[in-house]
């Protein structure tokens, strides 16, 4: 999935068009999307796109990967099913603009009320419901069942069974999706772990940032605490551990996400995008694991989510209401009307900025892109002014100048983040709540009509070792308020610097 995300974003950066047609040809395809059919599914503007990453053993075409590959992706040849233990769900709203990507846990309980709304095949070629199961079970099932039909018809060819049976698998999963969601997935992307493993070594190492050292034997994962970058089966074993988080499975997600972010990061990087050899790499990952259905257009998908590092997606997680009580198998429990109301929320807020659930989304009481949001920085921290522009750029709201606190030095720096705001509380109160809650709101008359003045404190948490932004930008707060607000120069290299402030987790 970080390798499907991670090209799309480097071609919405720009910079890789003229290898779209290149990944295009060279990745797999399915036409899933198309025999899914559409049971259980509300109407709903914009496109949704099904994005998974699976622990095959094969490639995208099916073919088995090598003993060395193998040991590399940290599994072995055990012959066994597939488990889909990352599923996302990208939703952009009609006429592209700011994306939701919604995680389903892969211990998600999938209920009758789903089941019974989809069919699935069986080993004897008819098709029927499955019961009620965890969400990563049913491709790995249709998979299974499709096989033992093929190989009952004579197929022998290990591909063609590999292919036909994944094929399978995507379609069930798909309907599965459909039925929770309510939404009609209208695309498809599929990873394999080779693709996790070739995207990292691609690159040269994904940026990821731990808030306790760990050390699973289970994953393999053993990584010391804070800033660091993974590679190869190091990144496998960082995006697989769900043993020892004091989450499970809900941990696991934030890892898949905070991987994503920092793939997206270090693609955009310059010493990415300006080396031939590490593009070559990239397209090479998609070739071996990326499954892409039939009607996915990689550069109109880019052109619909541009500036993702920017803030331009919200991700959440799909909300569980604690263990599953009908199963003694480690699952998660989910409320349909709440799940249902959730994605209602997704489809309603994607064009605004705001996150489900949110009081912003269900009751905005201004419109976040609405308000422009200057900064100053009043720490002398790295990475700080970065990270509250993330913040700016994730609430939906406009960033408007930047600079740093006058008489910013070590040993006076600004204690508490303070919300500037002249009249309009509602709308600092909305930025404050994008901070976390933190700092205090103070009315100030010198504020200018439609904007919030944030002075930034060392009570804003900032992952140790981001780069600092002050010295960047300080020739443009030089110049004013008004030109640094307007100055695309000044505006472009945050967005950049934003990318970078991948989130601790656990």
């Not at 699935?120 to 079970?137: E, L, W």
């Not at 069930?172 to 070594?201: C, T």
């Not at 709201?397 to 508490?416: I, P, R």
Request: charged content about 15%.
């Amino acid at each position: 999935m970080a390798v499907t995300l991670s090209v799309v974003v480097l071609l919405g950066a720009g910079v890789a068009y003229a290898f779209t047609d290149v990944l295009q040809s060279v990745s797999g395809t399915s036409n899933a999307t198309g025999n899914a059919g559409d049971a259980g599914v509300n109407s709903a503007e914009g496109l949704t796109f099904l994005l998974v990453g699976s622990d095959a053993r094969t490639d995208a075409d099916g073919n088995p990967l090598s003993a060395d590959e193998l040991d590399q992706v940290g599994t072995e040849d055990d012959g066994g099913g597939i488990n889909t233990d990352t599923i996302m769900l990208v939703h952009v709203p009609q006429g592209g603009g700011r994306a939701t990507a919604v995680s389903i846990p892969r211990d998600t309980w999938i209920g009758p009320r789903v089941t019974n709304q989809i069919v699935g095949p069986y080993a004897n070629g008819s098709q029927g419901p499955y019961q009620p199961n965890k969400v990563n079970s049913y491709y790995a099932t249709a998979k299974a069942y499709t096989a033992e039909h093929l190989v009952s018809q004579g197929v022998s060819d290990r591909a063609q069974i590999e292919r036909e049976s994944n094929e399978a698998g995507r379609t069930m999963l798909i309907r599965v999706m459909q039925a929770f969601s309510g939404l009609k997935i209208d695309h498809y992307a599929e990873v394999n772990l080779l693709g996790f493993y070739l995207l990292s070594n691609a690159i040269g190492g994904v940026p990821v940032c731990l808030n306790e050292a760990v050390n699973d034997p289970w994953s393999g994962a053993n990584f010391p605490a804070g800033q660091q970058e993974v590679q190869g089966t190091a990144a496998l074993a960082f995006v697989r551990q769900r043993h020892g988080l004091p989450a499970g499975d809900l941990d696991r997600v934030k890892r898949q996400q905070a991987f994503l972010r920092g793939a997206a990061d270090k693609i955009l990087s310059v010493g990415t995008l300006t080396n031939p050899t590490k593009l070559s790499d990239l397209i090479g990952a998609v070739d071996r694991s990326v499954v892409f259905d039939q009607g996915f257009d990689v550069l109109t998908f880019a052109e619909q989510i541009t500036n993702l590092s920017s803030g331009n997606i919200n991700f959440e997680t799909v909300p569980t209401t604690g263990p599953e009580s009908s199963t003694d198998k480690d699952a998660l429990a989910t409320d349909p009307a709440q799940v249902r109301a959730f994605f209602d929320a997704v489809v309603g807020a994607t064009g605004s900025g705001d996150a489900p659930g949110s009081s912003a989304s269900s009751d905005p009481a201004v419109t976040p892109s609405s308000v422009t949001v200057d900064l100053k920085d009043g720490t002398i921290a790295d990475g700080v002014t970065a990270q509250a522009s993330e913040l700016v750029n994730d609430g939906g709201f406009t960033l408007g100048s930047l600079g740093v606190v006058a008489g910013t030095k070590k040993g006076n720096e600004q204690q508490t983040t303070e919300f500037h705001y002249a009249g309009d509380e509602a709308a600092a109160q909305q930025v404050q709540s994008a901070f976390g809650g933190i700092g205090k709101l103070v009315n100030d008359s010198s504020v200018k009509s439609g904007h919030v003045l944030v002075l930034v404190g060392t009570d804003l948490p900032v992952p140790s070792g981001l780069r600092g932004a002050g010295a960047a930008f300080a020739p443009a707060s030089a110049a004013g308020p008004a030109a640094a607000a307007g100055s695309a120069a000044a505006i472009a290299p945050v967005a950049l610097l934003a990318a970078s402030s991948v989130p601790c987790v656990n």
